[in-house]
C-alpha cells in the first residue's frame, strides 16, 4: 500500500479490529494496529545487531532504494515494487528496508532525539508529526535513510507514493 496518511492507516486498523473481533477473531486485550517504532526496529533486524538485517551495508538488489552510500553506486529505483520482490529477513518479513518508509504509531516533535537512558518500548503519544520508518525508494532516499535505526517524520494527513504501512495484532497500549 501507498499513499496512505497515517490517520487512514489508523483507520483501516481500527475498522479491522472491530471486523476481527465480530467475527470472534480476535484474541481479547489485542487489537489491529500500526507498530510502535521499537516493534518495527525489532522486527525489522530480526536478531540482528548491525545497521540493516543484511548486515553492515545495504547493496542495490537487496532492497528497492535509490542509492547505495556502501558501493557509490544507483540502484535505479523508480517506484514501488510487489512485496516480496527481494529476500525477506531473517524472521520472514519483507520490505524492512525501502519500497515504502512505513507509518508507525509514535508522535514526534521533529527535533528531540530519544532518551539517552534506557526504556522499554518508549511510545511518545505528543507531537505534531507521526514517525515514519525504513526509507523507500525515492531518490530523497539512500541506503543511510533505510537502516534498521533511521527515523523521521511528518503530518498524519499526509500521504505519497513513498509512505505505506505495516499491521501488528498487539496488545492493547
Known amino acids: 500500500v501507498e499513499r496512505v496518511s497515517a490517520d487512514q492507516a489508523i483507520a483501516y486498523c481500527d475498522t479491522l479490529s472491530a471486523q476481527e473481533a465480530i467475527a470472534g477473531r ?11 517504532e521499537a516493534e518495527w526496529e525489532y522486527c525489522c533486524r530480526a536478531g540482528t545487531t548491525t545497521e540493516f538485517h543484511y548486515g553492515a551495508s545495504l547493496l542495490c538488489g537487496q532492497a528497492n532504494f535509490s542509492s547505495s552510500l556502501h558501493t557509490g553506486s544507483s540502484c535505479g529505483a523508480s517506484g514501488t515494487v510487489a512485496v516480496g520482490s527481494y529476500l525477506p529477513n531473517a524472521w520472514g518479513l519483507h520490505d524492512m528496508h525501502g519500497n515504502v518508509t512505513e507509518w508507525c504509531l509514535e508522535r514526534w516533535n521533529g527535533v528531540s532525539p530519544y532518551s539517552a537512558g534506557a526504556a522499554v518500548d518508549p511510545l511518545v503519544r505528543t507531537g505534531p508529526y507521526r514517525v515514519f520508518r525504513g526509507g523507500s525508494w525515492s531518490s530523497f532516499y539512500n541506503s543511510s535513510d533505510c537502516r534498521s535505526a533511521s527515523r523521521n517524520g511528518f503530518f498524519p494527513s499526509s500521504s505519497g507514493n513513498i509512505i505505506g504501512f505495516r499491521v501488528v495484532c498487539a496488545p492493547i497500549l
Open 26 to 36: 480476535l484474541p481479547t486485550g489485542y487489537v489491529y494496529r500500526l507498530p510502535t
